[in-house]
C-alpha cells in the first residue's frame, strides 16, 4: 500500500514523532511507500534541506523495506519556485510532487491570496513543469479563528467552514485552467460535497486532475469532535453528516481517486492548546476495514491504497498487498499506546 500525504515530523519536531517511529509502524500495518509532506520544521523549501531529509527518510526506510519520498514546499519567491522545479525534475521519484498550501496550516506555509496563487501558477507554467501538484485547499479570507472554542474542538468547523473548501477549489481550478498549467492538479483531503462536485466537473471537462480523501473526513463527522479525548481536529475540520456521507459513498464509487492518512502527530500537550493533526495510520486500517463491510471489492481498495497514486503520480506499476481482516484488526489494536491519544475506534 501507498500513503501519498504523511506528516513525520522529526527534526526540531523530534517531540512529536521521528521518522524511525513513524516507519516502524508504516512498515508493520503493510505500507511499501510513503510520501512527506514539507511544512516540516525547518521546512522543505530548500534544496538542502530537501537532500539532508531525504538522506535521513530513505535510510531508515531501507532498514524497514520502504520506499520513503518527500514533496518540495513552495513559496512566492520565483527564484525558489524555479530551483523547486529543476529539483524535483532532477530527483523524481524521490521527490514526488511540489506541494501548495492555499491557506495557512500547521508550518504557516500559506500562499493566500488570488494574486499570489495565480503568479504560482504562472511561473511553474512558465518553468514547463508536468508533475504533479498537491494542493492544500482553503481560503484563508473565509476563515474565522475567533469562532474557535478551545473547550469544544467541533467549533472548529465554524472557524474554517466549508465553504472555504469550496471557495478555494473553484479558485484554484479557475487558476490552473486559466494559466494554461501543464502538471497535474491533486486536491489533497478533500472534505466537502461542493468541492468534490468541482472537481468532477473539472475532470469532465478534461483538466488533469485528481482528489484524495483521509479516513477522518470519510468515518467522522463534526459532532464526533464534540469527544475531547479523541482529539479530532485538524485542517480542513469534520464536516456535517451529509458532506461524510457523500465523501465515503464517493470512494466507494470511484470518485475519489485515493485514500491518504494526513497522518499528522502531535503532543498531548499541544493537542490541549489547540494543534490541528492526528495520527492517521490507524485510520487507513480502519477505513479499509469499513469500506470492505460495505462492500468494496478488492480491486477498487486496491485502486484506492496505491493503484490510483501510482497512475496519478506516473510511477511504474506496483503490485498492492491489502492485509485482510484478520491482520488488519490485529495490526490496529497493536498501535494503541503508539501515540499519547488515539482518535480512531474500531467498528465492528
Given at each position: 500500500?501507498?500513503d501519498p500525504?504523511v506528516?513525520?515530523?522529526?527534526?526540531?519536531?523530534?517531540?512529536?514523532?521521528?521518522?524511525?517511529?513513524g516507519?516502524?509502524?508504516?512498515?508493520?500495518?503493510?505500507?511499501?511507500w510513503?510520501?512527506?509532506?514539507?511544512?516540516?520544521?525547518p521546512?522543505?523549501?530548500?534544496?538542502?534541506?530537501?537532500l539532508k531529509?531525504?538522506?535521513?527518510?530513505e535510510?531508515i526506510?531501507?532498514?524497514?523495506g520502504?520506499?520513503?519520498?518527500?514533496y518540495a514546499?513552495?513559496?512566492?519567491?520565483e527564484?525558489?519556485?524555479e530551483a523547486?522545479?529543476k529539483?524535483?525534475?532532477?530527483?523524481?521519484?524521490?521527490?514526488?510532487?511540489?506541494?501548495?498550501f492555499?491557506?495557512?496550516?500547521?508550518g504557516n506555509?500559506?500562499?493566500t491570496?488570488i494574486?499570489?496563487?495565480r503568479?504560482?501558477?504562472?511561473?511553474l507554467?512558465?518553468?514547463?513543469?508536468k508533475?504533479?501538484l498537491?494542493v492544500?485547499?482553503e481560503?484563508e479570507?473565509?476563515?474565522?479563528?475567533?469562532?474557535?472554542?478551545?473547550n469544544?474542538?467541533s467549533?472548529?468547523?465554524?472557524a474554517?467552514?466549508g465553504g472555504s473548501?469550496?471557495?478555494s477549489?473553484?479558485?484554484i481550478?479557475?487558476?490552473?485552467?486559466?494559466?494554461?498549467f501543464?502538471?497535474?492538479l491533486?486536491?489533497?483531503?478533500?472534505?466537502?460535497?461542493?468541492?468534490?462536485?468541482?472537481?468532477k466537473s473539472?475532470?469532465?471537462?478534461g483538466?488533469?486532475i485528481?482528489?484524495?480523501?483521509?479516513?477522518?473526513?470519510?468515518?467522522?463527522?463534526?459532532?464526533?469532535?464534540?469527544?475531547r479525548s479523541?482529539y479530532?481536529?485538524?485542517?480542513p475540520?469534520?464536516?456535517?453528516?451529509?458532506?461524510?456521507a457523500?465523501?465515503?459513498?464517493?470512494?466507494?464509487d470511484?470518485?475519489?481517486?485515493d485514500?491518504?492518512?494526513?497522518?499528522?502527530?502531535?503532543?498531548?500537550s499541544?493537542?490541549e492548546?489547540?494543534?490541528?493533526?492526528?495520527?492517521?495510520?490507524?485510520?487507513m486500517?480502519l477505513?479499509?476495514?469499513?469500506?470492505?463491510?460495505?462492500?468494496?471489492?478488492?480491486?477498487?481498495?486496491?485502486?484506492?491504497?496505491g493503484?490510483?497514486?501510482?497512475?496519478?503520480?506516473?510511477?511504474?506499476?506496483?503490485?498492492?498487498y491489502?492485509?485482510?481482516e484478520?491482520e488488519v484488526?490485529?495490526?490496529f489494536?497493536s498501535?494503541?499506546?503508539e501515540?499519547?491519544?488515539e482518535s480512531?475506534?474500531?467498528?465492528?
Amino acid at each position: 500500500m501507498i500513503d501519498p500525504h504523511v506528516h513525520l515530523r522529526d527534526w526540531n519536531q523530534k517531540d512529536k514523532e521521528t521518522i524511525g517511529h513513524g516507519l516502524s509502524l508504516y512498515k508493520r500495518a503493510g505500507f511499501s511507500w510513503v510520501f512527506d509532506m514539507p511544512n516540516t520544521n525547518p521546512p522543505l523549501t530548500s534544496e538542502e534541506c530537501i537532500l539532508k531529509r531525504l538522506e535521513e527518510g530513505e535510510g531508515i526506510g531501507k532498514a524497514y523495506g520502504i520506499r520513503y519520498s518527500v514533496y518540495a514546499g513552495l513559496t512566492s519567491d520565483e527564484n525558489q519556485i524555479e530551483a523547486m522545479v529543476k529539483l524535483q525534475n532532477k530527483l523524481f521519484p524521490r521527490i514526488i510532487g511540489l506541494k501548495l498550501f492555499l491557506s495557512n496550516s500547521t508550518g504557516n506555509m500559506g500562499i493566500t491570496t488570488i494574486d499570489d496563487q495565480r503568479r504560482v501558477i504562472r511561473i511553474l507554467s512558465e518553468c514547463g513543469y508536468k508533475g504533479v501538484l498537491v494542493v492544500h485547499a482553503e481560503k484563508e479570507s473565509l476563515n474565522d479563528s475567533s469562532r474557535f472554542d478551545i473547550n469544544d474542538f467541533s467549533t472548529h468547523s465554524l472557524a474554517r467552514p466549508g465553504g472555504s473548501e469550496i471557495e478555494s477549489v473553484r479558485d484554484i481550478i479557475t487558476l490552473v485552467d486559466e494559466v494554461g498549467f501543464g502538471g497535474h492538479l491533486h486536491i489533497a483531503h478533500i472534505s466537502t460535497k461542493g468541492a468534490v462536485e468541482l472537481v468532477k466537473s473539472a475532470k469532465d471537462k478534461g483538466l488533469s486532475i485528481s482528489m484524495g480523501a483521509t479516513p477522518h473526513h470519510s468515518l467522522y463527522n463534526v459532532a464526533d469532535a464534540k469527544e475531547r479525548s479523541r482529539y479530532l481536529k485538524m485542517n480542513p475540520p469534520l464536516r456535517d453528516e451529509s458532506d461524510r456521507a457523500y465523501i465515503f459513498s464517493s470512494l466507494l464509487d470511484g470518485v475519489i481517486d485515493d485514500v491518504e492518512s494526513d497522518h499528522a502527530p502531535h503532543t498531548l500537550s499541544d493537542k490541549e492548546k489547540g494543534a490541528s493533526g492526528i495520527p492517521g495510520l490507524s485510520g487507513m486500517l480502519l477505513l479499509l476495514h469499513v469500506l470492505r463491510k460495505n462492500g468494496a471489492s478488492e480491486e477498487r481498495l486496491k485502486d484506492l491504497y496505491g493503484r490510483n497514486i501510482a497512475r496519478i503520480f506516473s510511477l511504474s506499476e506496483c503490485d498492492i498487498y491489502l492485509p485482510d481482516e484478520d491482520e488488519v484488526k490485529r495490526v490496529f489494536e497493536s498501535l494503541k499506546g503508539e501515540y499519547p491519544f488515539e482518535s480512531f475506534v474500531w467498528r465492528a
